[in-house]
């Protein structure tokens, strides 16, 4: 049983299936040739995004293996880890320009902050130490991120910041602008 498994998962339509990404690595190993590809990203970005599994992000991006860092968690916020791998990303590994992509029909708008906590802590009996950061509007959140961004002595290189919403229906990205708090968004 792999964590938080349990026999009588409510799940029955659920299987297991890292032996398929096993046999997947060993056809992609087949034909490898990024052996070659510098541990710091071509273009000297960091991309912050959402875990969403709708996302291809390099290609939605049209990026290439190697060109950017991808850092993501739920809802692509600006969290103390986000802060932590932007901090070695530009101090260690060369990057310059970080670009936040939230996108609509995020799973941390079907969420509430206390809703979900509470939750946890009567399945566990454990309040979570963290913030779920659930938010109603993506481009609320990505002005959010994009402020603690600029507020945070840890990440040096703030010049280059640039914040999109991705819509899931279109496939479009939509940019996002600190001093645009009141636009209305497309929608």
Same mark, same amino acid.
């Given at each position: 049983m792999g964590v938080g498994a349990s026999e009588s998962s409510p799940d029955a339509d659920f299987h297991p299936t &890292?032996?398929?990404l096993v046999s997947g690595n060993r056809r992609f &190993?087949?034909?490898f040739d990024s052996h070659?590809?510098?541990?710091?990203?071509?273009r000297h970005m960091a991309v912050v995004t959402c875990m969403d599994s709708r996302m291809d992000i390099f290609a939605l991006l049209g990026l290439g293996n190697g060109e950017?860092?991808?850092?993501?968690? &739920?809802?692509?916020?600006?969290?103390?880890?986000?802060v932590r791998s932007l901090c070695l990303s530009q101090r260690h590994l060369g990057t310059r320009e970080v670009v936040l992509v939230h996108h609509t029909?995020?799973?941390l708008q079907m969420v509430t902050e206390d809703g979900l906590r509470a939750e946890i802590e009567r399945e566990t009996g454990i309040k979570p130490w963290w913030a779920v950061e659930a938010f109603d509007d993506p481009y609320v959140d990505v002005r959010q991120?994009?402020?603690?961004?600029?507020?945070t002595?840890?990440?040096?290189f703030k010049g280059n910041v640039r914040g999109f919403v991705y819509d899931v229906q279109t496939g479009l990205l939509n940019e996002?602008?600190?001093e645009d708090s009141d636009a209305v968004e497309p929608g």
């Open positions: &890292a032996d398929e &190993a087949e034909t070659l590809l510098e541990v710091s990203p071509t950017a860092h991808i850092i993501r968690n &739920a809802g692509g916020v600006i969290t103390d880890d986000v029909d995020c799973g991120s994009m402020k603690r961004l600029e507020m002595p840890f990440v040096p996002v602008f600190v």
